[in-house]
Structure formats: C-alpha cells, structure tokens
C-alpha cells in the first residue's frame, strides 16, 4: 500500500469517525458507519474491501432518512475510495 492510499484511508476514517459522532445521523447509519470502519481495518486486500464498503455507502446514501448533508459527506468518503481504488490498478 502506498502512502497515498494510507493518507486516503486516514480520510476517511476522520469523515466516518465525523459522521458517527454527528447528532443529526440516525443510530442505525451510525452502527452502519461503523461496521464500515472496521471493515476498513481488517487485514483482507485493499480492493476487496474498498469495494465492499463502497456497496455499502452506497445503500447508506439512499436511505430515505438520511439529511442532505450527510448524504454529501458520505459522497465525499466515496470519491476518496473511488480515487485509492484508481490508482491502485
């Protein structure tokens, strides 16, 4: 792993610790949150488990509960994974 995709993976673990500790987020997408983070901190490869959480914000996003806001937040965390994903290959 690149140093680049280690300061990637700080990224968002600071924007998903952010969002778990938001008021405004609904329990359940906070428990959702984080399985994601501790899914980012097992050891499987780095492509599989970008892709997993990837799948899972991306059901988290279209939650009908979730404010605007967040929702842009978490687009963010997307575009940092999608970009460590692009440069991995």
Same mark, same amino acid.
């Given at each position: 792993?690149? %140093? %680049?995709?280690?300061?990637? @993976? +700080?990224?968002?673990?600071?924007? !998903? =610790?952010? @969002? /778990?500790?938001?008021?405004?987020?609904? =329990?359940?997408?906070?428990?959702?949150?984080?399985g994601i983070t *501790?899914?980012?901190?097992?050891?499987?490869? /780095?492509? @599989?488990?970008?892709?997993?959480? !990837?799948?899972?914000?991306?059901?988290? *996003?279209?939650?009908?509960?979730l404010q605007s806001? #967040? =929702?842009? $937040? &978490?687009?963010?965390? +997307?575009? &940092?994974?999608?970009?460590? #994903? $692009? #440069?991995?290959?």
């Amino acid at each position: 792993m690149t %140093q %680049q995709h280690e300061e990637n @993976l +700080v990224k968002v673990a600071l924007a !998903l =610790r952010e @969002l /778990m500790e938001d008021a405004a987020v609904p =329990r359940n997408i906070k428990i959702k949150l984080e399985g994601i983070t *501790v899914c980012l901190g097992n050891g499987s490869e /780095m492509s @599989l488990k970008i892709n997993k959480v !990837l799948n899972e914000l991306d059901e988290i *996003v279209n939650d009908i509960n979730l404010q605007s806001h #967040t =929702r842009t $937040q &978490i687009w963010g965390i +997307v575009s &940092i994974l999608e970009n460590t #994903t $692009q #440069t991995a290959e």
